[in-house]
């Protein structure tokens, strides 16, 4: 499995403790920065996670900043892409299960590392479930041309 990993500044240390984690378990990470934590804007860290998700060189992104909301909010505004914000387990393991979520944002600020690790292990480890979900899932897709 293929994970494209972004963050701000202040998803930075979180970032690399989840790619070290990942690395450590054998996947493959692609780290889109940021590579220290010079201030930067949140939005500007989107695009090459998303890109790289919708491309199909990773199964799957992982995006963190302060909340996890503003990557979460950006990350949304881009086409094919389900962004969900976790800060549990169970939230993370129904957002790829029911809601086929491509991206998982995290806010380093509002959780320790070890719960950031096991909520990233069980959005990694579930997948969709498909059925009367995919009709869901098709109802948001529409909401793309509005
Ligand atoms: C940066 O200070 C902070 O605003 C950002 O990481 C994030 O929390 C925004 O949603």
Known sequence: ???ALGSDHAGFALKSAIKEHLEGKGLCCYDYGAFDEKSVDYPDQVPAVVDAVRGRNADLGVLICGTGIGMSIAANKHKGIRAALCG???SAVYAR???DANI?????RVMGVGLALVIVDAFLESSFEGGR???RV????KFENN
Do not use: E, F, P, V
């Open 1 to 3: 499995m293929k994970i």
């Open 88 to 90: 549990d387990t169970y």
């Open 97 to 99: 299960a029911h809601n």
């Open 104 to 108: 998982i944002t995290l806010g380093s």
């Open 133 to 135: 979900h995919s009709q």
């Open 138 to 141: 098709d109802k948001i897709r």
